[in-house]
Nanobody, 125 residues
C-alpha cells in the first residue's frame, strides 16, 4: 500500500522560503510521476509542480516558475518542494500525489491514485 506523508509547512512572511517534503513508502516508484497540488480555502485543488521519479524531469505551473523547485531523492524515497519568494497567494494546503505515468504529466487531481494528508502553508503580508 503506497503511503505519502508530507511535512514542512508553516507560517511565514512574504518573501520567505519553505521546503516541503513528501516521504513515499509501500512501493517502488520507477515509472511514477510525483506531483504537488495545493488547495486554498474556497478554491479548487490546483497543480503546482511535478517530477518524474526515474528521469528527474520537472514541470511547473506558470505562477510558480522561477520561485519553486521540485526534486526527488531516490535513496530516501522523498520528494521535495523548495518554495522561495513566497507570496500571500501561495497560502494553501499543499498535497503530495503519485500516479503511474512514465511519459505523461497529468495536471488534474483525478489522474493521481495516491495522496498525502496535506500540509498547511500560510504566507502573511
Amino acid at each position: 500500500q503506497v503511503q505519502l506523508v508530507e511535512s514542512g509547512g508553516g507560517l511565514v512572511q512574504a518573501g520567505d522560503s519553505l521546503r516541503l517534503s513528501c516521504a513515499a513508502s509501500g512501493g517502488t516508484f520507477n515509472g511514477y510521476t510525483m506531483a504537488w497540488f495545493r488547495q486554498a480555502p474556497g478554491k479548487e485543488r490546483e497543480f503546482v509542480a511535478a517530477v518524474k521519479w526515474s528521469a528527474g524531469n520537472t514541470y511547473y505551473t506558470e505562477s510558480v516558475k522561477g520561485r519553486f523547485t521540485v526534486s526527488r531523492d531516490n535513496a530516501k524515497n522523498t520528494v521535495y518542494l523548495q518554495m522561495n519568494s513566497l507570496k500571500p497567494e501561495d497560502t494553501a494546503v499543499y498535497y503530495c500525489a503519485a500516479g503511474r505515468y512514465s511519459s505523461w504529466v497529468p495536471t488534474y487531481r483525478g489522474a493521481y491514485d495516491y495522496w498525502g494528508q496535506g500540509t498547511q502553508v500560510t504566507v502573511s503580508s
